[in-house]
């Protein structure tokens, strides 16, 4: 009996030990496929986030692409703008001395009343195309003013056009 009891002892001890190296290689296994499954999704991970961060670049680009134009159109506006509002102050300033130096005078039509049912109007004058032969000078502080305030409505009504061109451009470009 005492040789059974050894032969199955012995016999148990290999079997654990077959059972330990058994477990052992499968670990290792295990452990192997585990690594390279991670080592995979580390690679995949990082192809996306090269392929997010080119997208990202690329984007910007074109954002930075997106503003240098709209840089560019809006120097050009206000060049545009600055050349208008220059003009017209030029046109104003001529228009100014035309009438301090009495080179040229600002008249209005006065009205012309209509006798009876006979309401059309008086032919025009031999040097005009004015119909209406009643006409009167203005004086020449009232047309300063009245030029200063034209000028003025110009000058605001430039300005409006280069908003109104603005926002469109702005609004078209999102």
Do not use: F
């Amino acid at each position: 009996m005492k040789v059974d009891a050894a032969k199955w002892g012995g016999v148990l001890l290999i079997i654990l030990a077959l059972m330990a190296g058994s477990a052992w290689a499968a670990w290792e296994w295990q452990a192997n496929a585990y690594g390279q499954r991670l080592a995979a999704q580390e690679a995949a991970h990082q192809t996306e986030r090269t392929h997010l961060a080119n997208a990202n670049s690329a984007q910007i680009l074109a954002e930075q692409g997106k503003r240098l134009a709209l840089e560019q159109w809006l120097s050009a506006s206000d060049q545009s703008h600055y050349r208008a509002l220059t003009d017209e102050k030029t046109k104003q300033t001529r228009l100014r001395d035309r009438l301090a130096t009495a080179d040229l005078r600002l008249s209005v039509q006065l009205e012309t009343t209509a006798t009876g049912c006979d309401a059309v109007q008086t032919t025009t004058g031999a040097g005009g195309v004015v119909y209406g032969a009643r006409r009167a000078q203005l004086d020449p502080a009232h047309a300063q003013r009245i030029i200063g305030i034209t000028g003025d409505g110009d000058q605001g009504l430039i300005a409006l056009q280069a908003c109104q061109a603005y926002a469109k451009e702005v609004s078209d470009t999102k």
